[in-house]
């Protein structure tokens, strides 16, 4: 028994360290850069500059099976399946718009990078193109992310913009900052395009 407890123990302090690790991995990965432009209480208004993404199209109609087919291919990718074979570093968050009418998966190139520096992918479905600048209304949550939590936040969200008289533009999104296998300190994100006037 006492045995049994000491290796117990072992384990539990590998797991603990190794999360750890990742959550310090992740905390250090460059993130996509905005301007908070209002803080209200449970979500923010803020700017989205212009930004270059890999995107790929696809009709899956769920978080979980948009997740799974979506992300092989742009991580394919960036880690080397391209015309210069060179891999690309991660970045966070990751972008999925989810709805009936199709869905698509982005990950922000790093700064590093523009259109015109970044090499072809060998995969036709991987779109490389730059957006434009945005205003959004987002709001967090912890944990792992389902379809369940990403409706119940967008509807939270929603309400409260309708509260406050906020127009909402195009489907609202998610955006994931952590790798799958990373248990503690996860953060998500639903946001949706809005309608601002920089006098509000």
Do not use: C
């Amino acid at each position: 028994m006492k045995k049994m407890t000491i290796a117990f123990l072992i384990i539990l302090l590998i797991i603990t360290a190794f999360q750890s690790f990742m959550a310090i991995s992740t905390s250090k990965i460059e993130k996509q850069q905005y301007e908070v432009i209002k803080k209200e209480k449970d979500f923010e208004i803020r700017y989205y500059p212009p930004a270059t993404y890999a995107t790929i199209e696809s009709s899956a109609k769920s978080y979980k099976e948009l997740g799974s087919s979506g992300f092989r291919k742009i991580a394919g990718y960036i880690f080397g399946d391209n015309s210069t074979s060179v891999k690309i570093a991660m970045t966070s968050p990751v972008h999925m718009d989810i709805s009936k009418e199709g869905s698509s998966m982005s990950f922000v190139m790093p700064s590093v990078y523009d259109i015109k520096t970044l090499p072809r992918p060998n995969d036709s479905n991987v779109k490389i193109h730059k957006s434009e600048g945005e205003h959004v209304a987002a709001i967090s949550f912890g944990g792992f992310a389902n379809d369940a939590s990403i409706k119940k936040y967008a509807d939270q969200l929603e309400k409260s913009l309708d509260e406050k008289g906020i127009k909402t533009i195009g489907h609202f999104r998610y955006l994931g900052y952590n790798p799958p296998y990373q248990i503690i300190a996860r953060k998500n994100e639903v946001i949706v395009t809005v309608e601002w006037n920089k006098n509000k």
